[in-house]
């Protein structure tokens, strides 16, 4: 029952986590492309490219996110400062996976500006906080002997 909970909690970090990655990024996008006049859209306005995009970045990420949630489980890994940094690595790891994947298929490869990089970096390590938030902080607690002393926070 304590690794069903475990497992339950890990799913709905993760996509709690890639959804607020995303918004960060569509938000971080049209604040670094809107003029110094031009109003950003609202949250509103972005809803459903948020749903679409999530749902893409989920897929996309669940692999090498699957592996560094294993890694984090089985280590214990519970600092906020590993989730905020592989959290910005994968962003960037899949952003440029793309370009590069769209290189080797001759497809037309999507531009990568500095402040887009800024801005997925970014929205990485914000979903890698909000995944420490939810399950991260508790990793490899489900190890725990009965006999071992258990820290009450």
């Known amino acids: 029952m304590n690794i069903l909970v475990r497992l339950l909690t890990i799913a709905a970090a993760y996509l709690l986590a890639c959804t607020t990655a995303v918004t960060v990024a569509l938000l971080g ?3 670094t492309t809107s ?3 031009d109003p950003l859209p609202s949250v509103v306005d972005l809803v459903i490219p948020i749903v679409i995009v999530t749902a893409d970045v989920t897929e996309l990420a669940i692999l090498p996110a699957l592996l560094l949630i294993v890694l984090s489980e089985v280590f214990a890994w519970r600092s906020i400062i590993v989730y905020g ?3 910005g690595a994968l ?3 899949l952003l440029y996976g793309k370009h590069f994947y769209d290189i080797l298929t001759n ?9 887009f990089s800024v801005v997925i970096a970014a929205s990485g390590i914000v979903g ?3 995944y420490w938030l939810v399950a991260g ?3 490899g607690a489900w190890r725990r002997r009965q006999s071992e002393p258990q820290i009450v926070r």
């Open 29 to 31: 996008k049209a604040w």
């Open 35 to 37: 003029g110094m006049g």
């Open 85 to 87: 940094v592989l959290g």
């Open 91 to 93: 962003g960037l790891a």
């Open 107 to 115: 497809q037309e490869p999507m531009v990568i500006d500095r402040e």
């Open 128 to 130: 890698g906080l909000v």
């Open 137 to 139: 902080r508790n990793a």
